[in-house]
């Protein structure tokens, strides 16, 4: 499926792993956008690496490249209703991913992820870019 993708963290790395699958589905998306959370994560995860100021650079050089979308009050009332419709399932998902999907479903993009538990979202249109 090509389209408007957000891409999950886990994607990211395996973008800066040269992943060929990855980039393969990259080639065939019409728009990509990043979410800020992910940009989060990219960071924290570099400043606790053995390469700290390369990694750092890496995610800077891919942030000034891409479209980092972020969290406003419409993106906060998304996360809201996804976690208490996750709550009521009994199905509880990490943080950083509740404000992904929020992301996604605000801006109407499909998450191009590697974590299962986004599959349990109602109206979160995912697609799987790794293990398939």
């Given at each position: 499926m090509s ?13 800066f792993?040269?992943?060929t699958?990855?980039k ?9 956008f990043?979410?800020?959370?992910a940009?989060?994560?990219?960071y ?19 942030v ?7 969290c406003n009050?419409r993106?906060?009332?998304w ?7 996750l709550q009521?399932k009994?199905?509880p998902?990490p943080?950083?991913?509740l ?12 998450v191009?992820m590697?974590?299962a538990?986004?599959?349990e979202?109602d109206?979160?249109?995912v ?6």
């Amino acid at each position: 499926m090509s389209g408007r993708y957000l891409l999950d963290t886990s994607v990211l790395i395996a973008l800066f792993a040269d992943e060929t699958a990855v980039k393969e589905e990259l080639a065939q998306a019409s728009e990509v956008f990043i979410p800020s959370i992910a940009v989060g994560e990219l960071y924290y995860g570099a400043w606790k690496s053995q390469r700290r100021l390369e990694n750092v650079a890496q995610i800077d050089e891919l942030v000034s490249g891409s479209v980092v979308l972020g969290c406003n009050a419409r993106t906060a009332r998304w996360y809201g209703e996804v976690k208490y419709a996750l709550q009521l399932k009994g199905h509880p998902i990490p943080e950083n991913d509740l404000w992904i999907a929020a992301i996604a479903l605000e801006h109407d993009l499909v998450v191009a992820m590697q974590d299962a538990h986004f599959v349990e979202i109602d109206n979160l249109k995912v697609e799987m870019w790794l293990n398939r």
